[in-house]
């Protein structure tokens, strides 16, 4: 895939900038991903509106994203209020259905709306679009508008405009969808599953601080570690054991560790992006 020339890449952040300028204030929801993080960052240094920035807490949030949110806010001087998403209290969403997404950004963005002033902003981008994502149906029912979309941003260019800005504390930040997604399509979302899969995914991340994208996912047939590289079989082999004995710790059976592949989340049984 050819790169976006940087003359390209400057005259669609003007673009975006000039698209804030359309609106006197709005807010912007920040998960703690790069995508929502460089929005605010550009929204709040380059723009004139009024801007606030809201993340909303849950257990399918890991804790270091709402720490990220929260040292951006205090470095960059942003206005943040951090709210409740309330997922946990719809059944719908408990279920785990193959649309699961589409009752957690219901809940998010009907939170996120009351205390939002003026429209509510994501971090999406072009790419998501040709993604299966029941959350854009959501955001579309909640009228929430997506700048990176408006002017044709990519992922690849998000990564591109985050170290133009010399943002290296996010620039490098791999995917990171919510903990949710970890879990087999069809077993219920529990508060405790998620907090389980967060420890996992962190202590592993600890463990081999060279590989990025690191997955657990809760399955019908155990508890499996995904990777986008494999660590060499020594390492992989200890890796193993150690996951053997946490998870059998907490009394969960872990099944192996497997290559990461990009579109691991279960709907109706199959791997989908």
């Known amino acids: 895939m050819m790169k976006t020339t940087m003359p390209n890449l400057n005259h669609k952040v003007e673009q975006l900038i000039a698209f804030f300028e359309q609106y006197s204030g709005f807010s912007i929801a920040v998960s703690g991903g790069i995508d929502s993080l460089l929005l605010a960052y550009l929204a709040n240094r380059y723009s004139q509106a009024n801007v606030q920035v809201l993340h909303a807490y849950s257990p399918a949030v890991p804790e270091a994203a709402m720490k990220r949110v929260k040292a951006h806010a205090r470095q960059y001087g ?3 209020k951090v709210v409740d998403a309330q997922e946990f209290n719809d059944p719908d969403y408990l279920k785990n259905p193959a ?5 957690c950004k219901s809940n998010l963005y009907q939170r996120i709306s009351e205390h939002a002033p003026g429209p509510i902003f994501s971090g999406t981008n ?11 149906e959501a955001a579309k ?4 508008v997506h700048p990176y979309v408006e002017v044709g941003i990519t992922k690849a260019e998000i990564y591109q405009i985050a170290k133009r800005e010399g943002l290296s504390e996010i620039e490098s930040l791999p995917a990171q969808p919510c903990l949710a997604s970890r879990v087999e399509t069809g077993i219920s979302i529990k508060p405790e599953d998620l907090a389980f899969i967060d420890e996992v995914e962190v202590k ?41 004995d946490f998870c059998g710790s907490k009394g969960r059976m872990f099944s192996g560790v497997k290559l990461y592949q990009k579109g691991s989340a279960f709907l109706n049984g199959v791997k989908h992006a």
């Open 78 to 80: 942003w206005q943040l």
């Open 126 to 136: 072009i790419d998501d679009l040709a993604d299966y994502r029941p959350g854009l």
């Open 204 to 244: 592993t991340q600890n463990l081999l601080p060279n590989i990025p994208v690191i997955r657990c996912r809760i399955t019908r047939q155990g508890v499996y570690l995904e990777l986008n590289q494999l660590p060499e079989s020594q390492l992989l082999t200890r890796l193993s054991q150690y996951l053997t």
């Open 99 to 103: 649309n699961r997404c589409f009752f």
């Open 141 to 144: 029912k909640q009228h929430v």
